[in-house]
């Protein structure tokens, strides 16, 4: 597993969605190093990572992020996580909660089964299998206009292409079958601070999704960054930041 580790302070995990890796949260890493000790994985079957066997579920990612971070020196953090990285976040806290410190879930699902209307979780599945067999400027063809909203910043653009033409088919695939999950049952269950970070122009996880979880995890909040999709953290990574900061800092240390 390879990962990216900067700043001192608080730790602050982030973990990127299933056609991403690290490079995606380079505006975090830069930016929120001043405050948080920031540690940024490759996924195994992304980045620089080896692919995992297969079958692989959302318990081996939740348990191989464990061990990352206790190899990191990180024993409590704040865990972020966007889209894929959300869902992965609540399985990583109902196996790992001691490690939490907060929970940031940023345009992400109850995992499809759990957010989005049947028959929508079967096709997005049965698409993404067979989309890991295109070429890679046809796959990032195809995935990198539902990231953004109509009028990107076209560096984003750019920048999140170059990220995605380096996709794993094999993660790619392991990964859409960990989407397709329901975690509702969890979301209950959640007790530490929790904030909700949607685009508010985000194509790939509807508002309502935002709203579903709001009303599912006691006390938490629901924050929406202005001209942004799917990736907010890229496209409007200023006003993503500053919710990052102000809700990580607002929070007492244990």
């Known amino acids: 597993m390879a990962y990216q580790q900067v700043g ?18 380079r505006p975090q890493m830069e930016n929120l190093k001043e405050d948080f000790t920031v540690f940024a994985w490759d996924a195994p ?15 081996d990612w939740a348990d191989c992020l464990a061990a990352c ?36 879930l940023a345009g ?13 979780p079967q096709e997005r ?3 993404c299998l067979r989309d890991a067999s295109l070429p890679r400027d046809d796959f990032v063809a195809k995935y990198l206009p539902s990231m953004f909203s109509r009028s990107p910043n076209p560096q984003a653009v750019e920048e999140l292409a170059g990220i995605m033409r380096g996709f794993h088919p094999t993660g790619f695939r392991l990964m859409a079958r960990a989407s397709a999950v329901d975690t509702r049952s969890i ?21 309502a999704v935002a709203h579903q979880l709001h009303q599912a995890i006691t006390g ?8 942004a999709g799917h990736v907010s953290n890229l496209e409007n990574a ?17």
């Open 45 to 59: 079957g992304a980045g620089r990572s080896s692919d995992p066997p297969s079958p692989f579920a959302l318990a």
């Open 187 to 207: 979301l209950p269950t959640i007790t530490v601070p929790t904030l909700l970070l949607w685009g508010e122009s985000d194509g790939r996880s509807p508002i």
């Open 125 to 127: 599945l049965a698409a």
């Open 8 to 25: 001192e302070g608080p730790g602050l995990v982030l973990l990127h969605g299933f056609s991403h890796d690290s490079r995606v949260w």
């Open 108 to 120: 992400t699902y109850a995992g499809w089964k759990g957010s989005l209307p049947d028959p929508l």
């Open 69 to 104: 971070l206790r190899t990191a020196g990180l024993e409590r953090a704040h865990i972020l996580g966007l889209s894929w990285g959300g869902i992965l976040a609540q399985e990583f806290y109902r196996r790992h909660s001691s490690v939490v410190e907060s929970l940031i």
């Open 220 to 227: 938490a909040r629901l924050a929406v960054i202005p001209r």
């Open 238 to 254: 200023d006003a993503f930041n500053k919710e990052i900061r102000d809700f990580c800092l607002a929070i007492p240390r244990t």
